[in-house]
């Protein structure tokens, strides 16, 4: 490969500065999502990155993530102390092309991801649908009943800004060691909107994704509000776990999901 970058002798510390500024301004990135990016810079071949890559980890600089966030990566605080004590290692220009082209990659990760928000009718109160899809695959559905209109119209018009947000913040809720759901029916079905509609309080329902993706399906409600979420993960167990710890939320829980469905704290 030729790289892009000046040709010189590079050390092995610009080349994990250069992974670090990636995952930085790339923000929460898998691996299989990184590395087209750092093969479009040019950067380094394959095995290189993941030496590098595993350095980080190793070092603490990068934190993997475990459970149903399990392969996502982030910087640490040690990662960003790191790059901000060492940045000026990589030539301004390379570290330009860095930040210019970052943006530009999310856009085309963000084409196959599409949010839809709207009203629908409720037996009470007022409906609305949201949902975020990867392609043709639902990654998460909410179907909303409340009497609270501002709730529900505020949620409408933010959700597909905070989609991808509101998703990561419903999956972290979840224990990668935690308790898995007990009463959890798995429903044969493959219409993730009907499955969702007949899931009750009390009673949550399991539904296979395809591979090894399986959705957990919950009703939750206070007074006023009916949630129904409806999440994919990365197997069976994480599922089960995901519905055991929305079953399970701690305090006025369902407060909590109205403000991360509104954005607060995003």
Request: with cysteine.
């Amino acid at each position: 490969m030729v790289y892009g970058y000046e040709k010189r002798n590079i050390s092995d510390l610009e080349y994990r500065l250069r992974l670090l500024m990636c995952v930085n301004e790339l923000g929460a990135v898998t691996r299989e999502q990184l590395w087209p990016f750092v093969a479009k810079l040019e950067m380094m071949d394959y095995m290189p990155m993941c030496l590098y890559l595993d350095q980080l980890l190793t070092s603490h600089a990068i934190k993997e993530g475990e459970g149903v966030l399990r392969d996502t990566l982030f910087i640490t605080e040690v990662g960003a102390a790191q790059l901000m004590m060492f940045q000026g290692k990589i030539p301004g220009r390379d570290q330009a092309r860095i930040r210019s082209e970052a943006p530009v990659y999310l856009a085309g990760l963000r084409e196959a991801r599409t949010a839809r928000s709207g009203y629908e009718p409720a037996d009470w109160g007022f409906g609305a649908k949201l949902m975020l899809t990867e392609g043709d695959i639902p990654t998460l559905m909410c179907l909303i009943q409340s009497r609270d209109k501002r709730f529900v119209e505020t949620v409408v018009r933010r959700f597909r800004q905070n989609a991808p947000s509101i998703t990561l913040r419903l999956l972290s809720l979840c224990s990668p060691d935690g308790p898995r759901s007990l009463n959890a029916i798995l429903d044969e079905g493959d219409d993730i909107d009907t499955i969702l509609r007949k899931t009750c309080p009390g009673s949550p329902r399991l539904s296979w994704a395809g591979g090894s993706a399986y959705a957990g399906n919950v009703c939750l409600e206070d007074g006023d509000t009916l949630l129904r979420f409806s999440l994919q993960t990365g197997s069976r167990d994480n599922a089960l776990r995901w519905i055991y710890a929305m079953e399970h939320g701690e305090g006025d829980f369902v407060s909590t999901l109205k403000k991360i469905l509104t954005g607060f704290g995003l």
